[in-house]
């Protein structure tokens, strides 16, 4: 029997600068598809048709006032923001520890500065929509996804390789 991993400690990067001791607690983005209900002549029931993906968007809270953020809150470009989450996750029966890193490009829409009172907390809460999402296990590559180069790999597979060919791109 197995223990299931447990996230024992994380750190975001924003830009390349730590938040080690700021960050507080980060949301990857959810993958998502968009799938549409198709049933056709001789078919009894419906199946779902993949239409692509949902939007790809990070939520990131720190325990107090940042400064960064703020600096790059309405850059001009789609992928202007560079975010790399590092996770140690540790299984309890084993004691063996998986690195999990995130990293994803894209801009923030929303900065949340929380409320200010003296002598409490204000945490400090970003969301950053992305057009770029990497997720690494143990140094290998598990997924890929580059929205604006329709880029999409898993496990070292392009699944979109065969539609760019397609369209001439």
Same mark, same amino acid.
């Given at each position: 029997?197995?223990?299931?991993?447990?996230?024992?400690?994380?750190?975001?990067?924003?830009?390349?600068?730590?938040?080690?001791?700021?960050?507080?607690?980060?949301?990857?983005?959810?993958?998502?598809?968009? &799938? $549409?209900?198709?049933? /056709? #002549?001789? =078919?009894?029931? @419906?199946?779902?048709?993949?239409?692509?993906?949902?939007?790809?968007? &990070? $939520?990131?809270?720190? /325990? #107090?006032? =940042?400064?960064? @953020?703020?600096?790059?809150?309405?850059?001009?470009?789609?992928?202007?923001?560079?975010?790399?989450?590092? #996770?140690?996750?540790?299984?309890?029966?084993?004691?063996?520890?998986?690195?999990?890193?995130?990293?994803?490009?894209?801009?923030?829409?929303?900065?949340?500065?929380?409320?200010?009172?003296?002598?409490?907390?204000?945490?400090?809460?970003?969301?950053?929509?992305?057009?770029?999402?990497?997720?690494?296990?143990?140094?290998?590559?598990?997924?890929?996804?580059?929205?604006?180069?329709?880029?999409?790999?898993?496990?070292?597979?392009?699944?979109?390789?065969?539609?760019?060919?397609?369209?001439?791109?």
């Amino acid at each position: 029997m197995a223990l299931p991993r447990k996230l024992k400690n994380m750190n975001l990067f924003n830009d390349g600068i730590s938040y080690a001791g700021q960050i507080e607690e980060v949301t990857p983005p959810n993958l998502s598809r968009i &799938m $549409e209900d198709w049933r /056709g #002549g001789g =078919m009894n029931a @419906p199946i779902k048709a993949d239409q692509g993906m949902e939007a790809l968007s &990070m $939520e990131w809270t720190c /325990g #107090g006032f =940042m400064q960064e @953020p703020l600096h790059q809150f309405g850059i001009t470009t789609h992928d202007g923001v560079l975010l790399r989450f590092a #996770g140690a996750y540790q299984a309890d029966d084993t004691g063996s520890v998986d690195a999990v890193e995130i990293t994803v490009r894209g801009r923030h829409s929303t900065i949340e500065q929380g409320n200010a009172k003296p002598g409490e907390a204000s945490p400090f809460k970003v969301t950053t929509e992305c057009s770029y999402y990497k997720l690494t296990i143990n140094g290998e590559e598990v997924i890929e996804i580059d929205i604006i180069n329709m880029i999409e790999k898993v496990n070292g597979v392009d699944r979109l390789a065969d539609q760019r060919k397609a369209i001439g791109l």
